[in-house]
């Protein structure tokens, strides 16, 4: 088993189809891989004649459709995708063009639970690798993103487990400390993902040639974001530890707009943690209780673990700020707002929050 198939704890292929990565990935519902390896030539040369009958041509029966498995619909729905977002980078608004794709999409989202259109999971977690590998450009770059955004699931699915014990224990509660530990283990790995962009995937190649092809696109009067990394829910992890009762109204608003792409399970766990009582919270409370005395060591080993995975996300964050300006740079962006539909002033918003919280809990251990 390769990190990238793992699982979510306490899930597995019998209780939810979506986490079948392999199966997922090995799925070839509409017949579409030698279309898809004529895609990165088709796009090179901006031909739109070309895209509009490949999408056509892939367009399934209905009745067949509503007999596809979650595993078949998902790799479907990945295989359309990459379409759609190709031919509305050359300027054809997908549905318009192919009007018969519409109600397959709607099938496919009610049957997975998902948007009616492919999201980063997708374009990665769900994207087969070697040649049946589906890219907008075939560039190596390309191919580098995606590896660098798998390598991200695993940790944020180990860390939400982790996290989800935090929001139910107590920072005098040894298992407090312990699930913090491990949720910073897990939130390294997500730093090294973005290194691996860093040093793989130039700004330049990102802002001029991929990013155009993240672009929304409308189904029956609704815009839907295409399948960039920023729909990646780092927040989730934010959320029990500090997001769900310190937040800004900015990053409040991005989230309602990001959850509709997240997978069902991790919409059901921002359902449970959004109104609780984040770990800063808690810390707060406790070494407040304890002003004038030593902290019990058990707290100060908590305030530790605390500030250790805080420090973690701020590194990232960092790392993302400056990536960002780089693409969305003057001399480089075609686009004001990034892939996520955000501006990237957010992004140093989100960056300063995670600072103030870690400096409190930082603080807090003097």
Same mark, same amino acid.
């Given at each position: 088993m390769?990190?990238?198939?793992?699982?979510?704890?306490?899930?597995?292929?019998?209780?939810?189809?979506r986490?079948?990565?392999?199966?997922?990935?090995?799925a070839?519902?509409?017949g579409?891989?030698?279309?898809?390896?004529?895609?990165? @030539?088709?796009?090179a040369?901006?031909?739109?004649?070309?895209?509009?009958?490949?999408?056509? @041509?892939?367009v399934p029966?209905?009745?067949?459709?509503? /007999?596809?498995?979650v595993?078949?619909?998902?790799?479907?729905?990945r295989?359309?995708g990459?379409?759609?977002?190709s031919?509305?980078?050359?300027?054809?608004?997908?549905v318009?063009?192919v009007?018969?794709?519409?109600?397959?999409?709607?099938l496919?989202?009610?049957?997975?639970?998902?948007?009616?259109?492919?999201?980063v999971h997708?374009?990665t977690?769900w994207?087969p690798?070697?040649?049946?590998?589906?890219?907008?450009?075939?560039?190596p770059?390309?191919?580098?993103?995606?590896?660098?955004?798998?390598?991200?699931?695993?940790?944020?699915?180990a860390a939400?487990?982790? !996290?989800?014990r935090?929001?139910?224990?107590?920072p005098y509660?040894?298992g &407090?400390?312990?699930?913090l530990?491990r949720?910073?283990?897990?939130v390294?790995?997500?730093?090294?993902?973005?290194?691996l962009?860093?040093?793989?995937v130039?700004p330049?190649?990102?802002?001029?040639?991929?990013?155009?092809? &993240?672009?929304?696109?409308?189904?029956?009067?609704?815009?839907?974001l295409?399948?960039?990394?920023?729909?990646?829910?780092?927040?989730?992890?934010?959320?029990?530890l500090w997001? !769900?009762?310190?937040?800004d109204?900015?990053?409040g608003?991005?989230?309602a707009?990001?959850?509709?792409?997240?997978?069902?399970a991790w919409r059901?766990?921002?359902?449970r943690?959004g109104?609780?009582?984040?770990?800063?919270?808690?810390?707060?409370a406790?070494v407040?209780?304890?002003?004038?005395r030593?902290?019990?060591?058990?707290?100060?080993?908590?305030?530790h673990?605390?500030a250790?995975?805080l420090r973690?996300?701020k590194?990232?964050r960092?790392?993302?700020v400056?990536?960002?300006?780089k @693409?969305?740079a /003057?001399?480089?962006r075609?686009?004001?707002?990034?892939?996520?539909?955000?501006?990237?002033?957010?992004?140093?918003?989100i960056?300063?929050?995670?600072r103030a919280?870690?400096?409190l809990?930082r603080r807090?251990v003097?």
């Amino acid at each position: 088993m390769t990190l990238y198939d793992l699982v979510v704890p306490g899930l597995d292929e019998r209780t939810d189809p979506r986490y079948r990565m392999a199966d997922i990935r090995a799925a070839d519902p509409l017949g579409a891989d030698a279309v898809l390896a004529a895609l990165p @030539a088709m796009n090179a040369d901006a031909d739109t004649p070309a895209l509009t009958v490949a999408l056509r @041509a892939l367009v399934p029966d209905l009745d067949r459709a509503a /007999e596809w498995s979650v595993v078949d619909a998902l790799a479907a729905m990945r295989d359309l995708g990459i379409l759609l977002g190709s031919l509305k980078r050359h300027g054809v608004q997908p549905v318009a063009a192919v009007p018969e794709v519409l109600p397959v999409l709607e099938l496919i989202g009610r049957r997975t639970d998902m948007v009616p259109r492919d999201t980063v999971h997708h374009y990665t977690a769900w994207n087969p690798a070697g040649r049946r590998r589906r890219t907008y450009t075939g560039h190596p770059m390309e191919a580098h993103l995606q590896e660098a955004v798998r390598m991200v699931f695993p940790g944020l699915v180990a860390a939400l487990d982790s !996290c989800a014990r935090v929001a139910r224990l107590e920072p005098y509660d040894p298992g &407090f400390a312990l699930a913090l530990d491990r949720t910073a283990q897990h939130v390294q790995s997500i730093v090294d993902a973005i290194d691996l962009t860093v040093a793989h995937v130039s700004p330049e190649y990102f802002a001029r040639t991929l990013r155009p092809y &993240f672009e929304e696109i409308d189904i029956d009067g609704r815009a839907y974001l295409g399948p960039a990394a920023a729909q990646i829910p780092l927040w989730l992890i934010d959320l029990t530890l500090w997001q !769900c009762d310190r937040s800004d109204p900015a990053y409040g608003a991005f989230l309602a707009d990001s959850l509709p792409y997240a997978l069902p399970a991790w919409r059901d766990f921002h359902a449970r943690h959004g109104g609780g009582v984040s770990a800063v919270s808690k810390l707060s409370a406790a070494v407040s209780w304890e002003s004038g005395r030593h902290l019990p060591p058990q707290l100060a080993a908590s305030a530790h673990s605390l500030a250790r995975v805080l420090r973690l996300l701020k590194s990232f964050r960092a790392r993302h700020v400056t990536l960002a300006r780089k @693409a969305y740079a /003057e001399d480089l962006r075609r686009y004001d707002e990034g892939s996520g539909g955000a501006p990237v002033s957010l992004l140093r918003t989100i960056l300063d929050l995670t600072r103030a919280n870690e400096t409190l809990v930082r603080r807090a251990v003097a």
